[in-house]
């Protein structure tokens, strides 16, 4: 080897040693952070007793006179079922938020406990009681008898931003004081059946056992509860979402008060706004909440909503996506007014709105899966047209909205909530009651044509009665 070969060969060593001291450098060492907090996140098992049957299923008659009949009585006993109670176990992980014993955790942690035990760091294994728990944010309160304990520093989820590294520690699958570490891949997120929350979204590695334990920020504060998973192996595929810790505290101090959670409601079913819709709008971009369904006798309803209307903002919030909503609505004051501004006839205007406590059947009130109504049609609820609605949608002459669609021949056909229902069987709709007619003429068994105007967009499906 030459000269100049073996000095290039020197200078790529020491620029490789160079790049990986500097890359190494700007890592985040999670030591101290650990070390300072990890006392303070302890284990949570639960145990709840359940009725198990034991002996042969009642009816059973051993043969009388025949082989080995009185073996079989001998290790089976009689063949009545006889109730015998069997324990079933749980684990996740908590976070110490008061020096005098206050837990926060999972609600799905606790759900159904008969018992539950906090094991802290030094082995010690308290009973614990529950002062609430609200299944709707998966948040639980919890107390130990208990002193001078270690505590978290709480912080505030609403700074967090996108790309700032958290890390988590707790007890995925029973393994104590586990930590791991990512970042923060997205903020509010929304997620099925789950419309009070904006998850906050993380690659940190969330095992089952690490539910219900804290996701720290490289502060040292407590910014979510790690709550749940995206899986399709039931292991952990890059995808977390924990609670904002704004949100638990919010519940967590409601529960210590009174027991349960008192949360907004609007009384409104909304949708996002498409490019073709905003358009439609006038609106310079797809932005906001539209108003697809007003509950009767609900606060919007008696504060003056419509459908149609593009909630934009509210109580000074913007609201950018029909998700953003629900939380603004969930975490207001109901003793307050709250102030929405809105979109309607392509001119802002805003609302008082005097909201309620949300009724625990809410989701019954607001699913399209409820039973069909009297005068529902092909398992539809239908609504003609106003002026002001066909101006909107810039549908001139025919045509009835689609206000929800339960299981039937609607379903069947894909029709969903809010399409515009056109044309049956090449005849145009006037009216509901004209398409009542037209759906009593349908013989059982026959495809007919449906033209609907979903978003703009006009698409022909087949509905067989």
Not at 12 to 34: G, Q, Y
Not at 133 to 157: H, Q, Y
Not at 182 to 205: C, H, M, W
Request: a positive charge; charged letters at 25%; glycine letters at 8%.
């Amino acid at each position: 080897m030459n000269m100049s070969v073996s000095r290039h060969v020197v200078f790529l060593i020491l620029i490789s040693l160079v790049f990986s001291s500097v890359t190494a450098s700007n890592l985040p060492d999670f030591t101290s952070l650990v070390e300072e907090n990890s006392n303070a996140v302890v284990n949570i098992s639960t145990t709840q007793k359940t009725q198990q049957l034991s002996g042969l299923p009642e009816g059973f008659e051993f043969p009388e006179n025949q082989p080995y009949g009185d073996l079989l009585k001998h290790f089976f006993g009689a063949p009545r079922q006889t109730p015998r109670q069997r324990e079933v176990r749980s684990l996740g992980s908590g976070f110490i938020i008061s020096h005098d014993g206050y837990v926060l955790t999972n609600h799905h942690v606790i759900k159904n406990a008969d018992e539950i035990f906090v094991r802290l760091q030094d082995r010690r294994e308290l009973k614990a009681s529950l002062i609430g728990s609200d299944e709707r944010t998966d948040v639980a309160l919890l107390k130990v008898d208990a002193k001078n304990l270690p505590i978290v520093k709480l912080g505030s989820s609403k700074t967090l931003k996108v790309g700032e590294w958290v890390f988590a520690i707790g007890s995925p699958f029973g393994f104590d004081s586990s930590v791991t570490a990512g970042i923060v891949s997205a903020k509010g997120r929304s997620l099925p059946k789950e419309n009070y929350v904006p998850f906050i979204q993380t690659d940190v590695a969330i095992n089952p056992g690490n539910s219900g334990g804290p996701l720290f920020n490289l502060d040292g504060e407590v910014v979510g509860i790690n709550s749940q998973i995206y899986s399709r192996s039931g292991g952990f595929m890059g995808l977390s979402f924990a609670i904002p810790i704004d949100v638990a505290l919010n519940v967590s101090r409601q529960l210590e008060k009174s027991g349960h959670v008192v949360r907004g409601w609007l009384g409104v079913r909304i949708q996002d706004i498409t490019r073709e819709l905003a358009e439609s709008f006038e609106m310079d971009k797809p932005h906001g909440a539209l108003v697809a369904h007003v509950l009767p006798n609900s606060p919007a309803d008696k504060a003056g909503l419509k459908v149609g209307d593009v909630i934009v903002a509210f109580n000074g919030e913007s609201v950018n996506r029909s998700s953003s909503l629900p939380p603004l609505v969930g975490s207001a004051d109901i003793s307050k007014a709250a102030q929405v501004e809105i979109i309607r006839n392509k001119h802002s205007k805003t609302l008082s709105v005097k909201l309620e406590n949300l009724p625990d059947d809410e989701k019954e009130l607001l699913s399209e899966k409820t039973k069909p109504k009297a005068n529902s049609i092909l398992g539809m609820l239908l609504k003609d047209l106003t002026k002001e609605l066909r101006s909107r949608l810039k549908i001139e002459k025919y045509g009835v909205i689609v206000e929800s669609v339960t299981n039937g021949a609607a379903s069947n056909a894909g029709i969903r909530s809010g399409d515009i229902i056109m044309q049956m069987d090449g005849d145009d709709i006037k009216n509901t009651q004209h398409i009542k007619q037209l759906a009593d003429k349908i013989k059982k068994g026959r495809f007919v044509s449906v033209l609907i105007n979903r978003q703009g967009n006009p698409i022909f499906l087949a509905l067989k009665k």
